[in-house]
């Protein structure tokens, strides 16, 4: 089984000087894995430096340094890379002869001066920095012992293929340098923010210095002669001794305030510091106050809890509700029973009977009697005044008195039938309480059983001291959500005090530097008082003051040369300073926008590059992973990236451990692992560039070789792997791994 072809690979080395190696041709070398095998001092160490010289540029000698430089010629050499990863070597005459002849069937890659750069098919190269090179790509024993930089080489090789037209990695070294170019202080950097704020003190200096010389000008202008010389050094020390003064001031000033700050942040951070201390009290009080089985209840269970306690409490209503209601029937139906009982005597119903038929009689006869005397009337009169009103209305009297009475004689003589319905109502009530009086028996027990429920399951919640009561339960989950709520807000306490000490820390730590500082701009030492301080300007202010009396008996000297001030207004140098001083503040805050633009640029950058990160890192440690447990046979599987950016190892336990404190061969490992997972994952990066490794396999066992070598043939179906070594056993040991995996194996004996 054979891996799909690649393109390109390295096929030959060709060397026309470099070390001790003068026309000489190394290869072919395969698609896949090539084992360059050779004795000691057999030029190993000098192909792996040849290749990376072609590549990058051959070394400068530097100490004591080999950079392989023959002794009178010139380094100079080529690499030949295969276009398919199908393609059989020729020889290695035959690429001799695609030297000379230009062959486009062979892609090539020269370089002799560094002055004249990487010559012919330069696209090769392109996807690959010297940096990741000599990081990733060349590899040797001492390189296993650590990964420096990782995050740098991570960025390069997880962002090279981005899809953008260079590396983010690159364009964020490229915005670093300018941010450097920025902030320099060296005298050559036009764009320097410092050089510039530098220049435009020196021009306000001058410009003020201007002012000042104006103002010399008119005493100078009265014995020019005579006090030219003397008057130029007395103002030169009267300037000096003002800008100390000045400067003395200053720093007295701001050592005042720094040691109230200081003061004011010693005391906020004790404050801080015992906040802290009483925030942790407060978190452990509280969670002791909590009833054991609530400390540790989620709000989702708190949730589900109140659900349970809501749905019993409406069981529990609507028991009652039912006892309720059973009671009112049983009491409604029993008072209605006892009533009837009440109205059993038959004489009282009699009397009740011939009072109802009096009145029934007197109704009858009484209003009739009064509508007909109306009515008759009524009739009459209209007949006797031709009134059709009072006719109808004393017509309809009449006629409705007349229909009382019959009506009145109709129920006078319908038949009685409130005996009956009476002893059927007292059967009935009877009946009816009877059967309300079974129902609240059945309510009463449903409650009693849906109460023994309730205590069983708030026992089983953990509610047991509720008592079987629905109200304190409730109670006793407010009391605990109050409490682990009241223990959040002391852990917040905790750490916002926390934070705040931290704070101040940092900021009495700055307010030395500063203290410091101020202290060196004025000439005294880091330790000085402010009672040195003080006693320092009292002094220059006594040495000004003699000064300025001695400046001042020149000047009254001056007045006699009034005339020529006149001479003074043709003057421009204070407008040629101002000039210049607004020309170095344009130059500056145009220095400072950009130089807020490229941190804007810097900010993005490392963002993109950590997002990438965050997409590959993980697959990258997955791999890793899974080679170092190949590599140690079980031993460690697994590594992890920690939270501060460290790397970690996991053994088969679970027991983490950083990798200081594993042996030589088993941080080899890690580290190769490591390389192998990157490389792999980051496709896009240096495609045609073989993998260089030089004795890689030389502490380890020959248990932990093998699984080494199974992670190098694993690396190879990815990339081209080049590995020069002088140890038979890790020939041996590849070969054998290749065979296993059915990959080929290139054998190059020196």
């Not at 919640?461 to 079987?468: E, K, V």
């Not at 920690?642 to 336990?653: I, P, R």
Request: glycine residues 6%; negative net charge; charged residues 25%.
């Amino acid at each position: 089984m054979t891996s799909a072809p690649r393109s390109p690979f390295l096929q030959y080395l060709r060397i026309d000087r470099f070390g001790r190696f003068t026309d000489y041709t190394v290869g072919p070398f395969g698609p896949h894995l090539n084992i360059v095998f050779g004795a000691n001092e057999a030029g190993k160490t000098t192909l792996a430096s040849f290749v990376g010289g072609v590549l990058f540029g051959w070394e400068e000698a530097r100490g004591n340094r080999n950079t392989y430089k023959p002794v009178g010629a010139e380094r100079a050499g080529s690499l030949f890379f295969a276009p398919s990863g199908d393609g059989k070597a020729a020889g290695a005459a035959l690429a001799t002869e695609r030297l000379s002849t230009g062959s486009s069937e062979t892609l090539m890659l020269f370089r002799a001066r560094n002055a004249d750069g990487l010559q012919g098919d330069v696209d090769l190269a392109a996807d690959i920095d010297k940096d990741t090179f000599r990081t990733m790509f060349s590899l040797n024993s001492d390189e296993l012992r650590s990964l420096r930089n990782t995050t740098d080489t991570t960025a390069k090789l997880l962002t090279a293929g981005s899809g953008a037209g260079s590396s983010p990695a690159h364009a964020l070294a490229h915005v670093n340098e300018r941010l450097a170019a920025f902030t320099s202080r060296a005298a050559a950097a036009e764009q320097s923010i410092p050089q510039l704020a530098a220049q435009r003190t020196e021009a306000r200096a001058a410009e003020r210095a201007a002012a000042e010389q104006a103002d010399q000008w008119r005493a100078q202008d009265r014995e020019l002669h005579e006090l030219e010389p003397e008057r130029a050094a007395m103002a030169d020390r009267v300037d000096e001794s003002n800008r100390l003064i000045e400067d003395l001031t200053a720093a007295k000033s701001s050592l005042a305030a720094l040691a109230d700050e200081q003061a004011s942040l010693q005391a906020e951070y004790d404050r801080a510091r015992a906040a802290e201390e009483e925030a942790r009290q407060d978190a452990r009080v509280g969670e002791a106050a909590i009833e054991p089985a609530l400390t540790a209840l989620t709000a989702s269970e708190d949730r589900s809890l109140r659900d349970r306690l809501d749905a019993l409490a409406a069981r529990e209503a609507r028991q009652a509700h039912s006892v309720e209601v059973a009671q009112a029937n049983y009491n409604s139906s029993r008072a209605v029973y006892e009533a009837l009982l009440e109205t059993e005597d038959d004489e009282a119903d009699r009397r009740h009977a011939r009072w109802k038929r009096s009145m029934q009689m007197a109704f009858l006869v009484v209003v009739p009697a009064v509508l007909l005397l109306l009515g008759v009337p009524l009739f009459i009169m209209g007949r006797d005044r031709a009134s059709l009103t009072y006719m109808a209305l004393g017509a309809a009297l009449s006629a409705f008195a007349a229909l009382m009475v019959v009506g009145g004689f109709l129920m006078l003589f319908r038949p009685d039938k409130e005996g009956n319905v009476r002893k059927e109502r007292f059967n009935d009530a009877h009946w009816v309480m009877v059967q309300d009086e079974k129902k609240l028996e059945a309510c009463r027990a449903a409650e009693a059983d849906a109460a023994r429920q309730t205590s069983e399951e708030l026992v089983g919640y953990g509610l047991a001291s509720a008592h079987g009561s629905l109200r304190q339960a409730r109670v006793l989950l407010d009391e605990a959500r109050e409490g682990r709520a009241a223990v959040a807000l002391c852990r917040q306490r905790q750490q916002a005090s926390a934070a705040r000490a931290a704070a101040a820390g940092r900021r009495l730590q700055e307010i030395a530097a500063e203290r410091a500082a101020l202290l060196g701009r004025v000439g005294l030492g880091a330790d000085a008082t402010a009672d040195e301080v003080e006693g320092e300007l009292e002094h220059r202010i006594r040495q000004r003051a003699g000064l300025l009396d001695a400046f001042e008996s020149m000047n009254r000297r001056s007045g006699e040369l009034a005339s020529i001030l006149g001479q003074a207004r043709h003057e421009l140098t204070f407008d040629q300073c101002k000039l210049e001083t607004e020309q170095i503040s344009t130059r500056l805050e145009e220095a400072k926008t950009d130089f807020v633009r490229l941190l804007l640029a810097k900010r993005m950058l490392e963002a993109a590059i950590a997002t990438w990160e965050s997409k590959r890192q993980p697959e990258v440690y997955a791999k890793a992973s899974r080679l170092l447990s190949m590599m140690t046979e079980g031993r460690w599987v697994e590594v992890v990236l920690t939270g501060e950016g460290t790397l970690e190892v996991v053994d088969a336990v679970k027991t983490r451990r950083a990798p200081v404190h594993l042996s030589l061969g088993t941080c080899q490992q890690l580290y190769l692992a490591l390389r192998i997972a990157l490389l792999t994952t980051a496709e896009n990066v240096g495609r045609a560039i073989p993998i260089l490794a030089d004795d890689i396999l030389v502490n380890f066992d020959e248990r932990r070789r093998a699984g080494a070598a199974r992670a190098l043939v694993e690396l190879a179906e990815a990339r081209q792997v080049i590995l020069f070594t002088c140890h038979e056993d890790a020939v041996r040991a590849l070969k054998k791994a290749a065979k296993q995996a059915g990959r080929p194996a290139t054998v190059v004996n020196l």
